[in-house]
């Protein structure tokens, strides 16, 4: 099974393709092609995992909304494809990966890191690149999204 790990913008979003352990791909682009790109795949056994809206009482604006939407609209393109599709949220990343519910982005991305054995070794560089070489942005979270999926949900 192959999960297909979103951190949903109201514009673009980052999305990590993620299978027995490793990264396939990864990239960030307009929703538009993160819609084509999800009607393309081939027949195959893909689950969608999403990073999920939270509510913590404070009011939201338009953008919250259209991420919302496109949100609904990653749901309805997963059923219509047949592939799975689940909600992940910020919290259950943050206590899989960090263990705590106060961590930031920089502790989960921190804790990615550890995890491909430190920088040398899952960043690297340019003659030798490693598992997380070409990961920038908002793909650290569509990866995190895919692991604590991969390691919570997946049975």
């Known amino acids: 099974m192959t ?11 980052a999305v990590v393709a993620y299978s027995d352990g490793a990264i396939v ?8 092609e993160v819609r084509e790109y999800l009607y393309e795949l081939p027949n195959f056994s893909y689950v969608i995992a999403c990073e999920g809206i939270q509510s913590f009482g404070m009011a939201v604006g338009k953008t919250v909304f259209e ?4 949100i609904g609209q990653l749901k309805e393109i997963a059923r219509c494809c047949g592939f799975g599709y689940n909600l992940v949220t910020r919290m259950q990343v943050k206590m899989h ?3 705590t519910t106060r961590a930031k982005d920089t502790n989960i991305r921190q804790a990615l890191i550890d995890r491909y054995g430190g920088k040398e070794l ?5 003659k030798n690149p490693g598992v997380l070489y070409n990961i920038k942005a908002d ?17």
Do not use: R
């Open 122 to 126: 899952a960043i690297g560089n340019k």
């Open 139 to 155: 793909m650290w979270s569509a990866v995190a999204i895919a692991i604590t999926y991969s390691e919570t949900c997946v049975k």
């Open 97 to 99: 990966l960090c263990h």
């Open 67 to 70: 991420t919302a939407y496109f």
């Open 25 to 32: 791909t990864a990239f960030i682009q307009p929703n538009e």
């Open 3 to 13: 999960i297909i790990a979103i951190d949903p913008g109201n514009e673009k979003s």
